[in-house]
């Protein structure tokens, strides 16, 4: 894949990255190990160079797959990870951004990654009891004392990634985007251009409803995130159904997978925006690796952006979930 630089900050990535959160959970049973570790290694051979995971997913067992399995390439890639919840009895409770966690957390990842130096460290949630002022400047020293590369902010709004980058400059911030949730383009993506910070969109895919391979009779295994989110309640799956259906009526006349056809008009938004699809199979891996390639014309693009005019039914996250994005 050509690479691509996430805004001014000089860090060079994969036009595609591996958000690796599914393979150990999210999305039902964690992936068999060996199986995870195979595929990490084959994602790098086939040209991925940025990974993604927190500590959070698992909690820490994400952080210990990754560690493991790209050990021997170490050299080759780009580790981004994430601060800001507190974990209690392995389970999330609650935000947590205060200085002296950052600095825990950082040395448990470290530890957990098996490096010396985090390429992209994000805070995961935006702390309304800790000033970002102080969160960047936390960062801003984990960065000088070597043990970070690179500042990250995840979903956050426009105000919070001013002031952060004003004491700390952000390198990338990760939200969702994608055919199903534009939201972004109103206010952040000209802030990013604006600042020269690179844009990572998670769940670039609508969390797999984009594939086509979800409809209103698909059913989802026990601790999938997706039974909690209205988006994917049954009745709002067959309406959204429209949606897919019209976008894999493009993909068929460009002979391409619906899900290819998402990725690329990602891609094709902007030459710092590198979304990180998920996926715990490598044919899926193998398919969504080749969307970098596909070149969509300035018709295609319209095509595709009427393809996907429908209104989508349902919120994007369960209200207590919703409560932690930051506006």
Not at 117 to 141: C, F, K
Request: hydrophobic share 45%; with cysteine; glycine share 8%.
């Amino acid at each position: 894949m050509n690479p691509r630089t996430l805004g001014r900050s000089g860090l060079q990535v994969s036009a595609l990255g591996l958000g690796c959160m599914g393979m150990s959970s999210g999305y039902g049973p964690p992936g068999e190990r060996r199986a995870m570790i195979a595929l990490l290694r084959a994602a790098v051979e086939r040209g991925v160079t940025l990974f993604d995971t927190a500590e959070i997913y698992g909690p820490f067992a994400n952080e210990e797959l990754l560690g493991e399995a790209l050990a021997p390439v170490r050299h080759k890639v780009v580790i981004a990870t994430k601060f800001g919840f507190r974990i209690a009895d392995g389970k999330q409770s609650g935000l947590d951004s205060r200085p002296a966690h950052i600095r825990e957390v950082v040395e448990g990842s470290l530890k957990r990654l098996g490096i010396d130096v985090i390429d992209l460290l994000y805070q995961h949630r935006v702390d309304p009891e800790v000033p970002i002022e102080d969160v960047a400047g936390a960062v801003r020293d984990l960065i000088r004392a070597g043990k970070v590369g690179h500042f990250g902010l995840s979903e956050a709004g426009v105000r919070t990634i001013r002031r952060a980058h004003a004491v700390q400059p952000v390198t990338a911030v990760q939200s969702e985007y994608s055919l199903w949730w534009r939201e972004p383009e109103s206010q952040i993506l000209p802030v990013l251009e604006e600042l020269g910070i690179g844009f990572v969109p998670f769940s670039p895919l609508g969390r797999g409803f984009l594939s086509g391979s979800i409809d209103a009779n698909t059913t989802f295994a026990s601790g999938d995130f997706r039974n909690q989110v209205p988006r994917f309640a049954p009745e709002a799956r067959k309406a959204n159904r429209a949606v897919v259906d019209r976008l894999a009526a493009v993909a068929a006349r460009k002979r391409v997978t619906s899900a290819q056809l998402a990725l690329a008009w990602l891609l094709a938004q902007k030459p710092w925006i590198v979304p990180i699809p998920g996926t715990t199979k490598l044919a899926r891996l193998e398919e969504n690796i080749a969307a970098a390639a596909l070149e969509l014309s300035a018709e295609d693009l319209r095509e595709i952006d009427a393809a996907a005019s429908l209104a989508i039914q349902g919120a994007r996250y369960p209200e207590e979930m919703n409560r932690l994005v930051d506006r």
